[in-house]
T-cell receptor, first 117, second 116 residues
Framework: EAQVTQNPRYLITVTGKKLTVTCSQN?????MSWYRQDPGLGLRQIYY???????DKGDVPEGYKVSRKEKRNFPLILESPSPNQTSLYFC????????????????FGPGTRLLVL | AQKVTQAQTEISVVEKEDVTLDCVYE???????LFWYKQPPSGELVFLIR??????QNEISGRYSWNFQKSTSSFNFTITASQVVDSAVYFC?????????????FGTGTRLTIIP
């Protein structure tokens, strides 16, 4: 079954304790992305990756790191989490980059709800 | 910088009524891509449609239709004969062309409630 998986789904942590949220897709997709969703702010893109070893900042990259060492995985790293990073996080993937004439469907993971105390 | 505005925060309509969700965008790119996503109460995000800026033909998919108007920078979404299953938060989003602006910018969403 084609899917994007995220782990963990729920996480409570404390300020400053490094954490990683994993994202994996089984569709051989090139484009992967991380978003955070906050009430009243909608979804905001954190980082995206157009292929292995190619990543770039979205609109809200501060406090986050990513890596793309393998095509299927795109982990989101919070080196020193702070309470303002409490949010719902979504990972997404699509076969090719979004900005192409031929349309691509973007598939989203189920979300990771993070609480930083 | 690109921006997407969904001025309607919440809309409620009675089942079977038609409803239009507004989306206004700003971008400096001459080529760009517009999207609509649905987030039902269960929380997952579902891709609905993608529209290229150079294709202004409106699109219909069942009860859903999209009206793209470049002159007013709008990409509105209409649900005809609404159903309770249409209750969700709907997001409009904008992306630039390849090789320069791969960011995807979302609006703040419109919460649609269909009253049985």
């Amino acid at each position: 079954e084609a899917q994007v998986t995220q782990n963990p789904r729920y996480l409570i942590t404390v300020t400053g304790k490094k954490l990683t949220v994993t994202c994996s897709q089984n569709m051989n997709h090139e484009y992967m992305s991380w978003y955070r969703q906050d009430p009243g702010l909608g979804l905001r893109q954190i980082y995206y990756s157009m292929n292995v070893e190619v990543t770039d900042k979205g609109d809200v990259p501060e406090g986050y790191k990513v890596s793309r060492k393998e095509k299927r995985n795109f982990p989101l790293i919070l080196e020193s989490p702070s309470p303002n990073q409490t949010s719902l996080y979504f990972c997404a993937s699509s076969l090719k980059r979004l900005g192409r004439p031929k349309g691509e469907t973007q598939y989203f993971g189920p979300g990771t709800r993070l609480l930083v105390l | 910088a690109q921006k997407v505005t969904q001025a309607q925060t919440e809309i409620s309509v009675v089942e079977k009524e038609d409803v239009t969700l507004d989306c206004v965008y700003e971008t400096r790119d001459t080529t760009y891509y517009l999207f609509w996503y649905k987030q039902p109460p269960s929380g997952e995000l579902v891709f609905l449609i993608r529209r290229n800026s150079f294709d202004e033909q409106n699109e219909i998919s069942g009860r859903y239709s999209w009206n793209f108007q470049k002159s007013t920078s709008s990409f509105n979404f209409t649900i005809t004969a609404s159903q309770v299953v249409d209750s969700a938060v709907y997001f409009c989003a904008l992306s630039g062309p390849s090789f320069g602006n791969e960011k995807l910018t979302f609006g703040t969403g419109t919460r649609l409630t269909i009253i049985p």
